[in-house]
């Protein structure tokens, strides 16, 4: 049985999509049960309704305290029963409660190679400090930000010219390929979550992408 999953997105939900290609093309072993979104004007919502995804905006505008915004969130997250949750471009911190109903079972994907550049300005950071070489990290999600164990990394190059938008442009590139491969990982048994995760040494080769883990050639 395909994996269920449930999708929490911010913004335009290019990795979604992505997930969503790969799901399709039988390179990523999971179903979508719903997007959710904090945002009415997330394009991951639209996206979703086009597909009849059920697609739920929770927004902490709508709720008295901050608490009350996680329970609900929760709430409506638990109501599709997902075995992994994915948090693709969500600009939020999840409380207590979502990490209670999916313990170690949250995936983040992050715009750098962790644990350099966390929060919300990865692509920025990696180019002022003048690093070379950055990349996305798939990780499972903690209390701290993007702070849990890595699962995935997948490096691109920094170039000369490149100003934020291109660099993280080419960063979101690898993210759709790493992601629905560590999604279809997990949905396989290659990769098991719990307290320590564990990594098969061999279980994803990216065609030309610097990733890891990585199948070693021959
Ligand atoms: C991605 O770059 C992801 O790493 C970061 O937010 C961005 C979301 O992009 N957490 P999209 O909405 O998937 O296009």
Redesign the pocket.
């Known amino acids: 049985m395909a994996l269920p999953i449930v999708v929490l ?10 997930v969503g290609r790969a799901i399709e093309a039988g390179r990523c072993d999971a179903e979508i049960r719903a997007v959710l979104s904090d945002r009415p004007s997330a ?2 919502l639209s996206w979703a309704r086009e597909r009849s995804i059920p697609a739920t905006v929770v927004r902490p505008a709508d709720f008295a305290t901050r608490a009350d915004w996680d329970q609900a969130l929760a709430l409506a997250i638990g109501q599709h029963a997902p075995q992994l949750l994915v ?5 939020r911190l999840v409380g207590e409660p979502v990490l209670r109903g999916c313990p170690h079972r949250i995936l ?4 750098a190679l962790l644990p350099l550049f966390p929060g919300r300005a ?1 692509p920025a950071e990696a180019l002022a400090a003048g690093v070379r070489v950055s990349g ?1 990290t798939v990780h499972v999600v903690d209390r701290g930000v993007d702070s849990g164990p890595i699962l995935a990394q997948a490096a691109v190059p920094v170039l000369p010219d490149d100003d934020v938008e291109r660099l ?1 442009r080419r ?2 590139r690898a ?1 759709h390929r790493l992601l629905p491969a560590v999604i279809d990982a997990i949905a396989r048994g290659a990769i098991s979550l719990g307290p320590e995760p564990r990594i098969d040494a061999i279980w994803f080769a990216p065609d030309g992408m610097l990733a890891s883990p990585a199948i070693v050639p021959d």
Do not use: K, R
């Open positions: 997105a911010s913004g335009t939900g290019s990795n979604l999509a992505a394009g991951a948090l693709a471009g969500f600009m983040n994907v992050h715009p990865g996305c993280h960063i979101q993210e």
